[in-house]
């Protein structure tokens, strides 16, 4: 007889156990993949921001844990500017503010004249007065505004003078502000979060173009000799590097191991017991000739279908996790979910793991089972 159908016959017949212990194990695999696909979420949010403004390079203070304490001395922007390599810079300050009891969003200061506001598509002007604002087209879209209204940052009203539109997500769920009007609010005078700067491209040295990729790790350089306080990174670096990042996906994965323990011990606890059920059954098998190996692989079967089902349904679970998630107030527009196949069937192997591990104590102690002693038992 075929064993991988006998093996699903057998689960059938234990529906109501098979259906519990595949609900855990799934729910084990939803947690990993909700939990390390909204990190992902996270990673490419701000990736895709930084590339829709075509950064190069981003400098921050040096020896903070994220990038939201990182607080410099604006002032340097006009020494990096002396840097033959460096094309423009901006100046940002980063911040977070409260609307409601559950809604969040990004407050960005920018000064006047950034080169970042030619990356929007603006419906109105940009904010020239200390309390003028303008605001992405998804919190325009949150909380009803249009210009003219007003809305209130941290505890100070300001008017909406524009709307905005951005090739990133996250940037749209965002409040423009001017740079003195929040480092005031922010009570941080004279400080940005970070610098985002443009290299100059296709220079020529020697009679020879320099590589762009050159040019960015000569102008690193150049920037962090002249700078030793702060740190200067590509934006792979800066997003791979950050450490509140680094942290979520580490919590991640964590969680996940806890997860996946429990979801190992569930199918043994499923296996063993099976197995103490049909013991009779696996001492008529072998006493009709059938091998040790068969027996062994008749349970691994069983456990690696669980393991499977479960990877299948944890898949289902966790995405339909992200979806509402991501459309929560406290997480709405951190960015789009990507149904990743690789990432996919990376699940599905692992969830195969989790059952073939699981099967293997009660798989060993079914072939240990000695068909005599097998048929006496009731």
């Not at 949010?45 to 403004?53: C, G, H, Q, T």
């Not at 700078?227 to 934006?235: G, Q, Y």
């Amino acid at each position: 007889m075929n064993l991988p159908f006998l093996a699903f016959k057998n689960l059938w017949y234990r529906k109501m156990r098979t259906s519990l212990t595949i609900l855990g194990v799934g729910t084990s695999i939803a947690v990993f993949v909700s939990l390390v696909g909204l990190a992902g979420i996270f990673t490419n949010a701000f990736r895709e921001m930084y590339k829709s403004r075509q950064t190069d390079l981003v400098v921050r203070e040096k020896g903070n844990f994220d990038f939201l304490s990182s607080g410099i001395d604006e002032k340097y922007a006009d020494k990096i500017l002396r840097i033959p390599g460096v094309l423009s810079i901006s100046k940002i300050l980063i911040d977070f503010s409260q609307a409601g009891s559950r809604n969040y969003f990004l407050v960005l200061g920018w000064d006047q004249n950034s080169t970042l506001f030619s990356k929007l598509k603006i419906q109105g002007q940009r904010p020239q007065a200390l309390d003028e604002a303008l605001i992405g087209s998804t919190i325009a879209k949150k909380f009803n505004k249009k210009i003219g209204d007003k809305i209130e940052v941290k505890g100070s009203l300001l008017s909406i003078v524009g709307i905005f539109q951005s090739k990133n997500m996250f940037e749209e769920g965002s409040i423009i502000i001017g740079l003195e009007k929040l480092q005031k609010i922010k009570k941080v005078p004279g400080k940005v979060t970070l610098f985002n700067i443009v290299v100059k491209k296709g220079d020529i040295y020697k009679g020879k173009p320099i590589n762009d990729i050159d040019q960015i790790e000569r102008t690193r350089f150049e920037i962090a000799q002249m700078l030793p306080d702060t740190e200067v990174r590509s934006v792979e670096d800066i997003v791979s590097a950050d450490n509140t990042l680094t942290s979520f996906l580490n919590f991640a994965w964590a969680i996940s191991m806890v997860a996946f323990i429990a979801a190992i011990l569930g199918i043994i606890n499923t296996m063993v017991t099976s197995v103490l059920e049909q013991t009779s059954k696996i001492g008529i098998l072998l006493a009709i000739g059938w091998r040790k190996s068969r027996i062994l692989c008749l349970v691994l079967y069983e456990s690696i279908f669980i393991g499977i089902f479960g990877g299948v349904f944890g898949l289902i679970l966790g995405y339909t996790i992200m979806n509402i998630l991501v459309h929560s107030p406290q997480l709405q527009n951190i960015g789009r979910i990507e149904y990743n196949f690789v990432f996919m069937i990376k699940v599905i192997v692992v969830s195969l793991g989790v059952g073939f591990l699981s099967g293997i104590y009660p798989a060993i102690r079914a072939i240990c089972i000695k068909p005599i002693e097998a048929l006496r038992y009731e």
